[in-house]
């Protein structure tokens, strides 16, 4: 079974431009979660979807959006890019409804904002 | 609110002893607690997860960790450390119908 894969893996973009970042989760998979890691915060919580619902969203502020398609991929979206959005946004997926289901996670997409 | 803490921004043990690799938390109500591992440029591996039941709860590469309520702790475990244990762990905490907090991660050095 193929896992979680995330495209593109690297990114370089500019300041004040967006950015779209996808992730595609294993096969029967129905909830996708997005995180960011930076050296300094570690792992935080972006947003969950499941079943193409949002069920949790972490604090970021609006310019982060994701959604997640009836086939269950998913894309997150950053729009006026900052310096301090250069990161590893990593994309998880997990079987099942309930929320003790154990996460499995992409290699993660390396932003750059220059 | 929720939070998770792992106290100690790296440990450093010598092949063939135990090592730990400590996580608190704070939760309302019943949690439930995950450790993942993540090695050099790749992303995040599942450890092992606590739920209910047993306190003591075994996971992946000989890795295990004991559930203490009333201390609220879930410290990662392994008998004896490898070369290959060497990474970044974490440490993750939610309860139900809430989202989920990782701890900032523990780097465990592995000394041959």
């Known amino acids: 079974k193929a896992g979680v894969t995330q495209t593109p893996r690297y990114l370089i973009k500019t300041r004040g431009q967006q950015v779209t970042l996808s992730c595609s989760p294993i096969s029967g998979h129905r909830s996708v979660s997005w995180y960011q890691q930076t050296p300094g915060q570690g792992l935080q919580f972006l947003f969950e979807y499941f079943s193409e619902t949002q069920r949790n969203k972490g604090n970021f502020p609006g310019r982060f959006s994701g959604r997640q398609f009836s086939n269950s991929r998913s894309e997150m979206n950053v729009s006026t890019l900052e310096l301090g959005d250069s990161a590893l946004y990593l994309c998880?997926?997990?079987?099942?409804?309930?929320?003790?289901?154990?996460?499995?996670f992409g290699q993660g997409t390396r932003l750059t904002v220059v | 609110a929720q939070s998770v803490a792992q106290p100690e921004d790296q440990v450093n043990v010598a092949e063939g002893n135990p090592l730990t690799v400590k996580c608190t938390y704070s939760v309302s109500g019943n949690p439930y607690l995950f450790w993942y591992v993540q090695y050099p440029n790749r992303g995040l591996q599942f450890l092992l997860k606590y739920i209910t039941g047993d306190n003591l709860v075994k996971g992946s590469y000989g890795f295990e960790a004991e559930f203490n309520k009333s201390q609220t702790s879930f410290h990662l475990k392994k008998p004896s450390a490898l070369v290959s244990d060497s990474a970044l762990y974490f440490c993750?905490?939610?309860?139900?119908?809430?989202?989920?907090?990782f701890g900032k991660g523990t780097r465990l050095h592995i000394l041959p």
């Open positions: 998880a997926s997990s079987g099942g409804a309930n929320m003790n289901t154990e996460a499995f």
């Open positions: 993750a905490v939610r309860s139900p119908y809430d989202k989920i907090i």
